[in-house]
């Protein structure tokens, strides 16, 4: 793809004080396990995870409303999401144990850890939060570098963070990056959705309409961004 336009000055500004501020408020917690982030312990029963989270979601409320702040809302209640899942928890409370001592261990827990990251990537991406799933993606891959969607994902930030006046030949440009690991990784859904949307970009709504159908949750924001898209 060639390279994009540089953004406008106060555009890059906004996105790297987005950036910024979620890279000191995650940074400090990117090497604690969901049990150290909501400070309970392996074992501790699902009401009671459930009362550290909104404890802790509420400190985290009265102290800020800036994109730091929020994205570390969507980091305890990514733990949350686990360790109120009775097994979910203790499928990932066995994981921590062996990653003490196993390198293979530490890696299954650290490939654990990425997805739900790049899920919420995605996400942001398509909520304008750009430079949150920057630092999500980017995280993702230093705790997963065998994932093959990640550079990809990347590559859909930086064309969403492109102006628009040669939006068309981007365009063209991430199709082509896109349906190359789509054709490696087929049924890779997030891959699906972000090439419809460069497809609605490009004006081709039969094509669009149906990768957004393959989408496992048809209320996903990338999937109203799509819409939204077409209808523009």
Known sequence: MSAPEAPAPAARS???????????????????TYHQLLRVTPGTAPAQV??????????????????????????LREAHTVLRDPER??????????????????RERQA????????????CMAEGRIGEATFLLTWAEKLDPTRL??????????????????????ARGLQTILAAELARQPNDWRLKLCQALVLAELGDERGAQALMLESPDLDHPMVRLVRSTLRA
């Open 14 to 32: 906004s996105y790297e004080a987005e950036l910024g501020s979620v890279r000191q408020r995650l940074a400090p917690l990117s090497g604690q």
């Open 149 to 170: 969607d990640v550079p990809v994902l990347m590559s859909v930030v930086d064309f969403l963070r492109a102006p628009r006046q040669h939006r068309e030949q981007d």
């Open 112 to 123: 654990f850890e990425a997805e739900p990251k790049v899920d919420r990537a995605l996400k």
């Open 89 to 106: 928890a203790a499928l990932y409370a066995q994981m921590v144990e062996r990653s003490e001592s196993s390198s293979a261990a530490a």
């Open 50 to 75: 459930d009362r550290a989270y909104r404890f802790l979601a509420r400190r985290v409320e009265d102290e800020g409303d800036d994109p730091g702040w929020r994205a570390t809302q969507d980091l």
